[in-house]
Each structure stands twice: as C-alpha cells, then as structure tokens.
C-alpha cells in the first residue's frame, strides 16, 4: 500500500471516517462548510477578530490578559526588532544567544521562584526538548491521564530515545497517582507530569495533594504552566496559587497565552455563569470555561451557530478529548466587555434551544 494512501481516505472516504469516529470526512465537512480547523483571521484585537471581513466576538484564544494589542507590549515588540533585526541566523549554542535571552532567563526565573531558567522558541519544544533531556534509560515518567499533546509528544521522544518507562493515573486523582508510584520499584528517577490548568477542561491540579506524593515516594513534579501563568497566583502560575511555589521541582510556561509574544521556556532548583442555562461547564475555575457537549456532530453544530452569530469559539473533538467530553472551548479575557458578553450569553441560550444540548 501506499504510504500516503490512509492520509487520502481519511480524508475522502465516509467509511474511513467512520472508523476514527467522525460522522463525516474533512473534505465533506469543508464543503458544508462544518471545518472549523485552520480558520485564516485577517485582524485580531483582542476581544474582537474580523475574519472574511466579518467581525467576530474572540473567546477561543488564550490571549487571557488582553495584552496582545497593549500599546507598550507593541511599542517594545517593535524596538527588540530595530535592535536586533528579524533573525538571530543561529542556535542558541552557536551565535543565537542575545543579551535580552539573558536578562529575560533570569526574570523568568525569579518570577516563578526558581535558580534558572532557559527559553525556547515555543512552548512545544520546551515540552519535547525538555521532558526527553532530563529523563534516562529506565527512568520512569508518571502522567495525568489528560495531559495535552505537547507532553503526549515529550514522553514518546523520551521513551523512543532512551528507554524510558511511562505510567498514567486518573485525572487529577492524587490517590491514584500514589497508587502508581507505590508499584514502582524504588531505584530508577520517577517524574510525575502534569498541566496547572487543564487547557480543555479549565480545572485546576489539586497541587498540595500531588506534591505530598511525589514527596513520600520521592519523585520529582514537572508543572506545565502554560495557562496557569497570567491567571493564577498573581500571574505566576499554579505553584503560587498554592503557595507552594518550591515545591515545584520544574516549571514550564509559554509566552503565547498570557504574555502575548511567541515562545516558552522551562524553570528549575473570570468568569461567565453558564451552569443557569443547564450547560456542563465542568470544574473549571480559570478563564478557560469548556461547554461539554459529548456528542461530536452537536459540537460541530454548534460552532456553526456561534460562527455564524459572529462569535469564535473553539470546538474540541477526539483525539484531542475523549468523545463523552466533546465540547466548545471557549476563553475569556480581562478585555472583553459587558455587552460583548452578554451577546455571547444570548447565542448560549439560543444554541441550547437550537441544538437541543442535553437532550
């Protein structure tokens, strides 16, 4: 068979489809125009986008503080770039190390509590250059269950290149994950992975509970903080909300969400009311509030009518969730205004009725 040949009828084919799950192929989808992937935005200003020329009502980006459009974020955006050009033609290794790398590794790591930090140039390479640097042959990497896919990646490349062995426990389950490590055998290095917030679900890691494990069976806390930081603990992330900040033994954060630029690094040693309208919005405690649908067509449908209101939202389907939790992602900034929202409100309600969620 042709190596391309599955690509090509998952793409076209309903029956190929049909078996990943998917009520319809891409190419069926694109032409009913139910693709909400890869949606080119001709503008972004904060809370608002215009896309095809239309304006949209922006709650599915993770620009959380508003700070994309911020004056003085722009105005040093454009002066990094008359003082150091577009490039740094170079590795970090090499001749791609700036003083402003410097200076902002040592911030970063004061900010989160931490001896050192190291920057990369987005928050995906952090994970997948990251987890796979510190782990060795036979070391053991214990996960929550649902990690998102950057950490998916990090631990594949740390057990393709050196042999190292992976566990899962349940979601945010502290006496699973004790469970786990009290199986495991005491000599090689445990890490135990998990998301600060939960960028599907919006809910919190109950940290103190996690930390007190990884402490009695003496496995390191690797907290990826990539929608904690802005939002929780004055900004610095899940550590400080706990205030267990050193108890984190290392800390990864990205630059795309609250803090408006491109980039992550790794550092070492509100709110909308949805529940009165009857939508499952989960745990969530942060500004990532999810609109839990569980059937995958509705959650299609029902972009399609947020979309075509003029509102972006997201939809989330398997592999990126499991199906039950098909659902809207939706997120909210300090930015957006009262009527703004109360015209999101308002489509909420007419969805539910429309789409007959719950039902």
């Not at 020329?53 to 508003?66: A, P, T």
């Not at 970090?92 to 790591?109: V, Y």
């Not at 390191?220 to 903080?225: A, H, I, K, S, T």
């Not at 659902?327 to 009725?353: G, I, N, P």
Request: one cysteine or more.
């Amino acid at each position: 068979m042709d190596l391309f040949e599955k690509c090509r009828e998952f793409y076209s084919n309903p029956e190929s489809a049909k078996k990943f799950g998917y009520p319809m192929t891409p190419q069926a989808a694109m032409a009913s125009g139910l693709f909400p992937f890869f949606i080119p935005i001709d503008q972004a200003e904060g809370p608002e986008a215009i896309i095809h020329g239309k304006h949209y009502i922006m709650i599915g980006s993770n620009n959380y503080l508003g700070l994309t459009v911020h004056p003085k974020v722009k105005e040093a955006a454009v002066a990094a770039v008359r003082k150091y050009g577009t490039s740094c033609t170079g590795s970090r290794f090499l001749n791609g190390t700036l003083h402003m790398h410097i200076e902002l590794e040592e911030k970063l790591a004061a900010f989160v509590s931490h001896e050192a930090a190291l920057v990369y140039s987005t928050g995906f390479q952090v994970n997948i250059g990251s987890i796979p640097a510190v782990m060795d042959q036979n070391d053991i990497i214990v996960t929550d269950k649902d990690v998102h896919a950057s950490i998916v990646d990090g631990v594949r490349m740390a057990k393709v290149q050196k042999n190292t062995h992976t566990r899962y426990f349940k979601h945010n389950d502290a006496a699973d994950l004790e469970k786990i490590l009290k199986s495991l055998p005491a000599e090689p290095g445990k890490l135990v992975i998990i998301d600060g917030v939960y960028s599907m679900g919006g809910d919190i890691a109950p940290l103190p509970e996690i930390v007190r494990v990884c402490k009695a069976y003496g496995a390191r806390l690797f907290c990826d903080d990539a929608h904690s930081l802005g939002v929780l603990g004055r900004g610095r992330g899940t550590g400080a909300h706990f205030g267990m900040e050193k108890d984190v033994d290392l800390v990864m954060g990205t630059f795309s969400k609250s803090f408006a630029s491109v980039g992550g690094f790794v550092a070492g040693p509100k709110e909308v009311i949805l529940r009165t309208m009857g939508y499952n919005i989960g745990p969530s405690e942060t500004p990532i509030i999810p609109i839990v649908i569980g059937d995958q067509f509705k959650a299609i449908k029902a972009w399609k009518v947020f979309f075509d209101e003029g509102i972006y939202a997201n939809v989330a389907l398997p592999p990126a969730v499991t199906p039950e939790f098909s659902c809207l992602r939706t997120s909210y900034m300090a930015t957006h205004t009262d009527a703004q929202l109360d015209r999101v409100l308002e489509v909420f309600d007419k969805v539910k009725h429309q789409i007959h969620i719950g039902e």
